[in-house]
Each structure stands twice: as structure tokens, then as C-alpha cells.
């Protein structure tokens, strides 16, 4: 892979959402990288910014408490970047089929506001937007690659793949330098624990060490693949940097694993618990999108990414995070 500290170093970066999960481990990255880095975030209640998130680089960036849905906001905040890492957002599944309105506003609208102030304030930086496999909906076919159709079976799908589609318009009509990842289920360090509305297997982390039983729903041979934290931002830093990706979309991905062998795994790594097989909540039933793992070769082979970081360390390393720092994410 390219060399990243010579890409980066000195260069300044905007991270929306960057209290949130995968931009503070971001900001770590590109702070050790010796960007100068801008954090924006809206810290609303339960979406998952945590201020201790960025502990031990606090003095070494700056930290926005903006919303991008304010676009006089993002125009100031979008100058003289030179690279943009959209991770702001709504992302949870259940949230957006109860309130699909502000969803739309948050996922859509406001993603037109940023790339509008990107126009028309700094048309050169390169935008790198956080996309979802939820537009994938339910796979006809595994593994998924970015020819499959897009089918959301909830609003959250349907306005982060209108997102997507916006950068990737602005790509084509206005000459912006953006392209997008559709992740898979992202695990590590940071994430959002405190209840299943953003993420599963972030509540199995918290369900394992308070010794309660993992409760899988389901039959539990769904199949799903995970990328670690680390893996996830190679893929940013790696896409905002190859100049071959501007007006793409690409899907990341790993090895499929059953969810009940996954939750035996992450018993494994913690030494004790237990496994329950139970079945799918009424509000979960509808939007749920059975099987899914996705093909991964058109990133490869356009910046040589995959993952590296295998199952078993991944879930560990996580593991220990939590156990040392819980008060923060409890």
C-alpha cells in the first residue's frame, strides 16, 4: 500500500461525525499521520459522539460542535480543506422507520449542504462519504459486489444510498473529487455500546461483560462479514488518496461467519458467557435483510486494500478496550 504519512502529513482534514465511532478512530490515525485535523460533530443525544472518544489527542486538533444541517455553517467549515472524511449521520435501522423525517434531513439534506459549500467554497478537496450495504437490502445473490441492485427495506437504506448517489452526482456534474464506501458491519474500539439501536454486535460487547447471555436472534446461521476498526479506516485514508476512485462506489467486506459461530467467538475471547438462540423481535423482523457478505475486489484492486485483521484478534482487542474504559461507554 502507499506510502500514507507522506500523503498526509501537514494536510488539512475535516471529519464530520467525528466524535462518533469510526471518525475519532480516524482522527487518531490521521493525527499520528501529522495532519492538522478539524473535527465537526453535533453530539445529539444517543447518536453516538463521545467526547472521551478523542482522549489523549484533544490538544492535538480541533473540535467543531456543529450540526451539518447548517449549511452557512459547512460553508465556513469546508474551506481550505484538503480532505473530507463524511461520516456524519444517522445510523440507526430502527430509528428511521420511527421518525423517517429526520432521517431524510440528516442523511440526505444535509449531505446536499456540505457538498454544496464544497462547490462553492473549495471545489478542489477530495470527499470521502461514509455509505452503508443496507442499500443492498435483502441479497439475491453472495457474494454481494457492486453490481447487485440496491433495494433498501428501510428509510435509513433509502436516504444514505440518495447520500451516496448526491456525492457521486456532484462527482459527475460539478467535478467534485468524491467517492464513497458502502461498509459492513464495523467492530472495534469506540463503538456506540449502550443499547442494539446502531449496532448488534456493539451490544453483544456490552451484553458479554455486564454477564448477561448473547442473545441471537433469529435461527442464528444468518451469515454476515465484520471489518475491524483499523482495517475500515486503511480503506479511507487509502480511497481519498488514489485519485482512480473519484465518481466510485465501493463495497467493503471479509469472510462470512454465521452469527451464532460469531457469538461463540466472542465468547471464546472473553474467557465466559453464553449463547442464546431466541426469536426476532416484531420490530426487527421487518427490516431484517437475512444473509449478507460482500465482495471486496473492486476496492483491492483499485488501492490494494484487505482486510488484516482476523476475526478472533479483532473481537479480543475490543474486548479489552471495553473492559479497561466502560465508565465512558456504559
Request: glycine share 8%; with cysteine; net charge neutral.
Amino acid at each position: 500500500m502507499q506510502n500514507l504519512t507522506r500523503t498526509y502529513e501537514g494536510k488539512k482534514v475535516l471529519i464530520t461525525g467525528g466524535l462518533g465511532f469510526i471518525g475519532s478512530n480516524l482522527a487518531h490515525r490521521l493525527v499520528e499521520l501529522g495532519s492538522r485535523v478539524t473535527i465537526v460533530d453535533s453530539l445529539i443525544p444517543d447518536y453516538g459522539g463521545n467526547l472521551f472518544n478523542l482522549s489523549g489527542i484533544e490538544g492535538q486538533l480541533r473540535i467543531n460542535i456543529a450540526d451539518i444541517r447548517d449549511k452557512f455553517g459547512m460553508l465556513h467549515l469546508a474551506q481550505k480543506q484538503d480532505y473530507i472524511f463524511n461520516l456524519a449521520g444517522q445510523v440507526s435501522h430502527l430509528d428511521s422507520v420511527e421518525d423517517p423525517i429526520t432521517d431524510l434531513e440528516i442523511n440526505c439534506r444535509a449531505q446536499v449542504n456540505l457538498l454544496e459549500a464544497c462547490r462553492r467554497s473549495n471545489p478542489t478537496v477530495k470527499i470521502v462519504y461514509a455509505s452503508t450495504r443496507q442499500v443492498y437490502g435483502r441479497p439475491k445473490y453472495l457474494p454481494v459486489d457492486e453490481d447487485h441492485p440496491v433495494e433498501p427495506v428501510d428509510p435509513n437504506g433509502i436516504n444514505k444510498m440518495a447520500g451516496e448517489y448526491y456525492h457521486l452526482l456532484y462527482s459527475r456534474l460539478y467535478g467534485l473529487n468524491a467517492c464513497s464506501l458502502r461498509l459492513t458491519n464495523t467492530y472495534g474500539p469506540r463503538m456506540r455500546v449502550r443499547d442494539a439501536r446502531q449496532t448488534f454486535i456493539g451490544w453483544w460487547f456490552r451484553q458479554i461483560q455486564e454477564g448477561d447471555p448473547i442473545r441471537v436472534f433469529g435461527t442464528g446461521k444468518q451469515l454476515r462479514d465484520l471489518n475491524y476498526i483499523e482495517d475500515v479506516v486503511d480503506a479511507f485514508l487509502l480511497v481519498a488518496s488514489t485519485p482512480e476512485c473519484v465518481g466510485h462506489f465501493f463495497n467493503l467486506g471479509a469472510e462470512a461467519v454465521t452469527l451464532h459461530d460469531l457469538a461463540e467467538l466472542l465468547v471464546k475471547a472473553n474467557g465466559t458467557g453464553k449463547v442464546e438462540i431466541v426469536p426476532f423481535p416484531e420490530d426487527r423482523k421487518n427490516i431484517d435483510i437475512g444473509d449478507f457478505h460482500g465482495n471486496y475486489q473492486k476496492l483491492k484492486s483499485f488501492t490494494g486494500w484487505q482486510p488484516r485483521v482476523m476475526l478472533a484478534d479483532g473481537l479480543k482487542r475490543t474486548i479489552d478496550y471495553y473492559r479497561r474504559y466502560a465508565e465512558h461507554y456504559w
